[in-house]
């Protein structure tokens, strides 16, 4: 029960921070509440773009625990809701850093300041998905424009798309850092469209993690799901307009539906 606790946890108050519905949009498509043309295309950048590999394998043998980034990643993402919830703000590395303390307390493991600064530096070194360069390549080509929105800080999500040979690619890499509000509070989309200088409604975020597709489609924005291994939807917010097993199906969902409403 411990091993899954966080996660259920998170999922809880995530969607406490979505708007109350009065009528059931599990079976209900995104597609009908907007059909905007999208002018740009935001990313969410761990998970979606850079594969966390390395760094889901040394956090579990930090924490000595197959399930120990699972476990960890979810309270990671519960206590930046809980900052969210109680006006207060702290750096996602500073949450991490925290949670992975706890994360060690839960499964009753002690754990070396040194392991864990060499387990959280890994964050800055990941590589990117192998089908994400040829997908960002197709939707620039077909003339979107590209930003990220992560939770992490600007420096963090600067080296990380850096050291990932994507940076080139976005002409805007935004932090929630602006705005002080961590996904999926509404004001981070919000915050994003404002600086990219259109409508929520023309934008798509692009995630590989259902409670940032719930917090997209409640903002107002279009969404694209990643079906990255171990990911799902949830099954209570409305239905993302576009889907695909990686960046490339993704691009090609995006490309096609604008082509064949232009016929």
């Given at each position: 029960?411990?091993?899954?606790?966080?996660?259920?946890?998170?999922?809880?108050?995530?969607?406490?921070?979505?708007?109350?519905?009065?009528?059931?949009?599990?079976?209900?498509?995104?597609?009908?509440?907007?059909?905007?043309?999208?002018?740009v295309i935001l990313f969410d950048v761990n998970e979606t773009l850079l594969d966390m590999s390395p760094l889901k394998k040394k956090v579990n043998e930090v924490l000595g625990n197959k399930e120990g980034f699972r476990?960890?990643?979810?309270?990671?993402?519960?206590?930046?809701?809980?900052?969210?919830?109680?006006?207060?703000?702290?750096?996602?590395?500073?949450?991490?850093?925290?949670?992975?303390?706890?994360?060690?307390?839960?499964?009753?493991?002690?754990?070396?300041?040194?392991?864990?600064?060499?387990?959280?530096?890994?964050?800055?070194?990941?590589?990117?998905?192998?089908?994400?360069?040829?997908?960002?390549?197709?939707?620039?080509?077909?003339?979107?424009?590209?930003?990220?929105?992560?939770?992490?800080?600007?420096?963090?999500?600067?080296?990380?798309?850096?050291?990932?040979?994507?940076?080139?690619?976005?002409?805007?890499?935004?932090?929630?850092?602006?705005?002080?509000?961590?996904?999926?509070?509404?004001?981070?989309?919000?915050?994003?469209?404002?600086?990219?200088?259109?409508?929520?409604?023309?934008?798509?975020?692009?995630?590989?993690?259902?409670?940032?597709?719930?917090?997209?489609?409640?903002?107002?924005?279009?969404?694209?799901?990643?079906?990255?291994?171990?990911?799902?939807?949830?099954?209570?917010?409305?239905?993302?307009?576009?889907?695909?097993?990686?960046?490339?199906?993704?691009?090609?969902?995006?490309?096609?539906?604008?082509?064949?409403?232009?016929?």
């Open positions: 029960m411990k091993k899954v606790l966080p996660v259920l946890i998170f999922a809880i108050v995530a969607s406490s921070f979505l708007p109350k519905q009065t009528i059931d949009n599990s079976n209900r498509s995104a597609s009908t509440i907007t059909a905007k043309k999208p002018l476990i960890w990643f979810g309270m990671l993402l519960q206590y930046s809701l809980v900052d969210n919830s109680t006006g207060s703000y702290h750096e996602f590395s500073a949450i991490a850093d925290a949670t992975l303390d706890m994360a060690a307390k839960t499964l009753g493991k002690e754990i070396k300041e040194q392991d864990k600064k060499q387990a959280l530096a890994l964050i800055k070194q990941l590589k990117a998905y192998p089908d994400v360069e040829k997908g960002l390549s197709m939707l620039k080509a077909a003339g979107y424009r590209l930003a990220t929105l992560t939770n992490s800080a600007s420096q963090t999500q600067m080296a990380q798309l850096n050291h990932a040979g994507l940076s080139k690619y976005f002409e805007q890499t935004l932090s929630v850092d602006e705005v002080k509000k961590y996904k999926p509070a509404l004001e981070s989309y919000k915050y994003a469209a404002k600086a990219l200088g259109v409508n929520t409604g023309e934008m798509v975020m692009v995630a590989a993690h259902g409670w940032d597709i719930a917090g997209a489609l409640a903002a107002g924005m279009q969404a694209g799901f990643i079906e990255r291994k171990g990911q799902s939807l949830y099954s209570l917010s409305p239905k993302p307009q576009y889907t695909g097993k990686d960046l490339v199906e993704m691009a090609k969902a995006i490309i096609e539906k604008e082509n064949s409403s232009n016929e």
